[in-house]
């Protein structure tokens, strides 16, 4: 594992990142966010999960530097007397949870399509780019709201487990098309290169030849791209939770955070929704950055 990471860090890719001053800093923000989310139960000061502990006599107390603030809650607290920056640690995770999941299936969909449309091309090829056509044409939040929706009509005393499904479906639903029209793009350069051609008069099967061959030569591209809407699909989730339609009520993501501390904003409690709102944005920000400096590294134009 040591050596690994010497190597990569040695490599042009890790001179890129050791050189820029953005890219640490980002990647030093992520790390953070994510090991605090990851190890919530560890990390965090109080379980905004657990009811017994919450004590309505202490909603709404503001930061503990601010007057009338106490030092048990260093953010201050909620309309329901939870600890904020705890509740911060514990939306992060389902926040970054359904923004990765969602971005994984949107990856496998995407992927698997634009090698099926560029290496097979005909009348498969040309589907898939009208389906693809058709998808570009809904906005998401409008496609996420739709199945949200639909999904809580028909499903309206349904477990919380099936909300986050519901979440997760509907982001990759339009995710997908972006990753299959990269690939696409790039099986079509990469499918009349001779190491291909080779391989098909070897007698390789074609679904060989696009995973084992192909695929591996696409998938820079994907990766920063995957960065990228890891960020988008966050910001979707707390938007879809900030209009009530995301995750239930009783799960502290950013978005739910944000939307309750809009209640209270011009009330003199603005911590509720100013933490939630800063912590959102500093993860958007860093993942972006993130990918932006990972795409800067993977042009060979820019080496």
């Not at 290169?193 to 591996?216: D, F, N, S």
Request: charged share 15%; net charge neutral.
């Amino acid at each position: 594992m040591k050596n690994t990471l010497l190597r990569w860090l040695d490599s042009d890719v890790g001179h890129s990142f050791r050189t820029s001053p953005v890219a640490v800093t980002a990647a030093v923000i992520a790390f953070v966010c994510i090991f605090c989310s990851v190890f919530a139960g560890w990390v965090a000061p109080h379980n905004p999960f657990d009811l017994a502990s919450l004590e309505l006599g202490d909603a709404r107390l503001p930061p503990a530097w601010s007057e009338g603030g106490t030092g048990k809650y260093l953010l201050g607290t909620d309309d329901q007397g939870r600890d904020i920056l705890s509740a911060l640690i514990y939306g992060a995770r389902i926040s970054l949870v359904v923004g990765v999941v969602s971005v994984i299936l949107s990856v496998v969909v995407g992927v698997l399509m634009g090698l099926l449309a560029g290496f097979l091309g005909g009348w498969l090829d040309a589907f898939l780019m009208r389906l693809c056509d058709v998808m570009l044409s809904f906005p998401p939040i409008l496609v996420a709201l739709l199945i949200a929706g639909v999904g809580r009509a028909l499903f309206p005393n349904a477990h919380e487990s099936l909300a986050f499904g519901v979440l997760i479906i509907s982001i990759s639903l339009t995710g997908w098309v972006q990753y299959a029209r990269t690939v696409r793009g790039s099986t079509l350069v990469e499918r009349s290169k001779e190491y291909v051609q080779a391989a098909r008069v070897t007698g390789v099967a074609p679904l060989r030849i696009m995973l084992r061959h192909v695929l591996p030569n696409v998938t820079g591209p994907v990766l920063v791209l995957a960065t990228i809407q890891v960020a988008t699909a966050i910001i979707t989730e707390a938007t879809l939770s900030f209009l009530g339609v995301g995750v239930p009520p009783t799960s502290p993501s950013l978005g739910t955070l944000i939307r309750v501390g809009n209640d209270y904003l011009f009330s003199g409690e603005w911590w509720i929704t100013v933490f939630p709102g800063a912590m959102l944005v500093l993860i958007a920000l860093s993942v972006n950055l993130l990918g932006d400096w990972l795409r800067d590294a993977l042009n060979p134009r820019l080496r």
